[in-house]
């Protein structure tokens, strides 16, 4: 092996290969490490690496060198020397390379083989059930993942976050790859990549569509699971995250090591020119090497009593709060570091504009119970960069006390599982549901409405990524998961439905019908909430999965948006765009304080009012009753020159005869929309509701009477 020149001691900060023209600074925390190697490689088909030395120095917990003469594109990686000792929670094993945990460029894949596990392995598996207590000797490099040194510069032509407000934000979760991979407009060499999701057509159907920001599921370097790959399957949504600071290479239509860096940063431009904001999914309560029996490819090797939560009784093991096998460890100050550090990297390098936090209840968790003053919530509020953009937490775990929803410290939002839940069971018709509707319908109060939290602070919707599409939530009693490999037991935490009496698909046009009214009523309350709506891409072309609620795995047309839908279901697309408009046209549904139930100063007007089928207010003792179905909501107007609304739903199977409040019997009403119905009007104080069925109407005229 040809020897490389003495590196100088280089810095310990940054962290990660950091370049300045004349040489890289390599600097990586390994703190129980006894040496540590840096391993150059000349290209990425190589089998083992052409240089190999030691870094020089070391400060506190940081090994470092600067060595001059390399530049972007080096494809490097490190062999980690100490102890493997797994009952004390080491794992260290020179024999494995690997990945830098700040690595900003991919150099090279992983490639799955036997040599990636510290431990002997055959077949992805311990050979003996002893097996993961004893070091393997197998050399990775032919297999391990590279990185690079990355180049960095992009003109981004003055390009800045957005900061759209919360009260007027309108949230689009999307699959990336997915979005576009079928999209007959996009260039077949472009579709499902970042370019591809920066293209003039996708970025015009986001803004005919109405949405002001696009939450992408995990873009964030991930990679595969073993076990998928012997099932011939992928890990699609890329939960399983091996570069914190690297965009996925998958994604990227130029794939050198600078390329997909460069094109993410496009098409951020892109969608910000026109005025579409940028929401990364992020999953920093886990890793991609799973537990004690899981491949070494890069924090395991590198510190692993450090990383990773281990269990106190039996430290060869480790808390699994994420249900993947491990739990990062946000405790540890380098830990918690990596972490902020990454957040600062995509905002200020890579401009997006907020966050949706996997498992985020993971992160607050000091001891074993969560703590809104976690460490971690304490050093992004205290963040100039990190406390200014967009905060959404996943409020839940697997952990002992992990549905946290309402729990979550002043600043953030959440996605509010109350709120799908509360929504799904009003909208199937299930007793005593009318209090938890009106209460969701109206913000949440219950659960936000302290420590100067706001509205905005619930995430509203009714179906995500991770369960049944609003079309297959109306269409199947039961999951259809076969596909996955796992005989139909994954996904039992999504069992849920609004069907009428059919399983699946059917071509009886009065089940079809009321299946498509369902999607619409949900669709129309999800933007009619006080809140932040949350719209999962394709509920508005009626996606369907043919009942797969868990799809994490198929990365294929059963998750890839089929853009036939916009012309084959073009009316709940049209419903869904009025929708949006209805919102951005009354102020008073991007209100983001709390109802009062009272006059407005200035106003003639409560600013909520309930109401049954009979026109009367319903009074506080009568919410209870299992008997209503029916429900009434006047919204009072949110400035001077606009008028109230009046937001009429019937979760029964019968028509409905909707009693306009006494006081404005005379009123004449424009119906904005009727989710049973093409054409009405409401005539004499009365309006017929069809089954199943919502309707808004906002106020033209009140006529001779008072208000109220």
């Known amino acids: 092996m040809t020897r490389v020149p003495q590196p100088q001691p280089g810095k310990p900060h940054p962290l990660g290969a950091c370049r300045d023209g004349d040489g890289v600074n390599f ?97 992805g598996l311990p050979r003996t059930p002893e097996a993961t207590r004893h070091q393997d000797p197998q050399d990775s490099a032919p297999f391990a993942p590279l990185a690079a040194v990355a180049d960095g510069e992009f003109d981004w032509r003055g390009d800045q976050r957005l900061a759209t407000p919360w009260s007027e934000t309108i949230i689009y979760e999307a699959h990336l790859k997915g979005l576009t991979k079928q999209h007959p407009d996009v ?34 370097h991930f990679m595969d699971e073993a076990h998928l790959r012997k099932l011939g399957l992928r890990n699609y949504w890329g939960y399983n995250t091996l570069g914190f600071f690297t965009p996925e290479p998958a994604y990227a239509h130029d794939r050198s090591p600078d390329g997909p860096t460069r094109e ?63 739990t990062l460890d946000a405790r540890e100050p380098f830990v918690l570091k990596l972490i902020i550090d990454s957040l600062r990297y995509w905002v200020e390098e890579m401009h997006v504009d907020g966050f949706r936090f996997d498992l985020a209840s993971i992160l607050g968790r000091e001891s074993d119970d969560f703590d809104p003053g976690a460490g971690f919530f304490d050093a992004v ?28 410290p002043t600043g953030w939002s959440e996605w509010n599982g109350r709120y799908r839940d509360d929504m799904r069971s009003f909208w199937r018709g299930d007793p005593h549901r009318l209090a938890s509707f009106a209460t969701r319908l109206a913000g949440s109060a219950d659960l936000y409405h302290h420590g100067n939290r706001r509205p905005s602070a619930s995430i509203n919707f009714v179906v995500a990524h991770d369960g049944f599409t609003l079309r297959d939530l109306v269409s199947y009693n039961h999951k259809h998961n076969l596909a996955n490999g796992e ?24 089940i079809n019908a009321v ?71 009354y102020s008073a549904l991007r209100r983001d304080a709390f109802f009062t139930g009272a006059v407005a100063p200035g106003s003639e007007w409560q600013d909520i009012a ?34 109230p609304l009046l937001y009429l739903v019937n979760t029964s ?18 119906v904005e929309f009727d989710t049973g119905q093409t054409t009405s009007s409401a005539s004499r104080g009365r309006y017929p509701l069809l089954g199943h069925s919502s309707a808004l109407l906002s106020l033209l005229n009140k006529g001779s009477r008072s208000r109220r």
């Open 27 to 123: 600097a990586l925390f390994a703190p129980d490490a006894e040496r540590v190697e840096l391993c150059l490689f000349s290209s990425a088909t190589d089998s083992s690496e052409s240089f190999r030395v030691e870094l020089p120095a070391r400060t506190g917990h940081v090994w470092h060198g600067y060595f001059p003469g390399l530049g972007a594109g080096q494809l490097y990686g490190y062999r980690v020397h100490g102890p493997f000792d797994p009952l004390a929670g080491q794992r260290f094993n020179p024999a494995k390379v690997l990945f830098d945990p700040y690595a900003r460029s991919v150099g090279r894949l992983v490639q799955w083989d036997d040599s990636l596990f510290g431990f002997p392995a055959e077949d």
């Open 187 to 220: 260039p077949p060499e472009l579709r499902g990549t970042y370019a591809g999701l920066g293209s003039k057509p996708v970025i015009r159907y986001l803004q005919e569509l109405g949405i002001t920001a696009i939450e992408l599921l995990p873009v964030q």
């Open 264 to 326: 993410f940063k496009e098409m951020v431009r892109s969608l910000h020119a026109a005025g579409i904001e940028v929401l990364l999914d992020v999953v920093y309560n886990h890793t991609c090497e799973g537990n004690e029996r899981g491949p070494t490819l890069s924090w395991r090797g590198l510190a692993n009593a450090a990383y990773y939560r281990l269990n106190p009784a039996d430290r060869e093991l480790y808390i699994n709060y994420s249900g993947t096998g491990n």
């Open 381 to 408: 509020h205290q963040d100039p960069v990190l406390s200014q953009v967009k905060l959404i937490a996943e409020p839940w775990d697997i952990g002992p006390g992990g549905y946290r929803v309402g729990s979550y």
């Open 487 to 510: 005989d139909n037991r994954d996904g039992d935490n999504h069992n849920d439905s609004e069907n009428y009496g059919v399983e699946g698909p059917t071509d009886d046009l009065e």
């Open 515 to 585: 299946r498509l009214q369902q999607q619409k009523n949900m669709l129309a309350t999800m933007f009619l909430s006080a809140g932040t709506p949350m719209l999962a891409s394709g509920d508005e072309l009626s996606r369907t999965q043919k009942g797969n609620n868990n799809a994490y795995c198929q990365d294929n047309e059963l998750t890839w948006i089929d853009w036939g839908l916009e012309t084959e279901n073009a009316e709940l697309l049209e419903f869904t765009r009025l929708l949006i408009r209805i919102r951005k046209s």
């Open 610 to 643: 309930w109401y049954n089928a009979a026109g009367r207010q319903i009074a506080a003792d009568r919410w209870a009753e299992s008997h209503h179905r029916h429900l009434a909501v006047l919204i009072g107007p949110g400035a001077p020159d606009e008028q």
């Open 653 to 670: 199977a019968e028509t409905e005869n909707f009693y306009l409040p006494h006081t404005l019997q005379e009123a004449l009403w424009k």
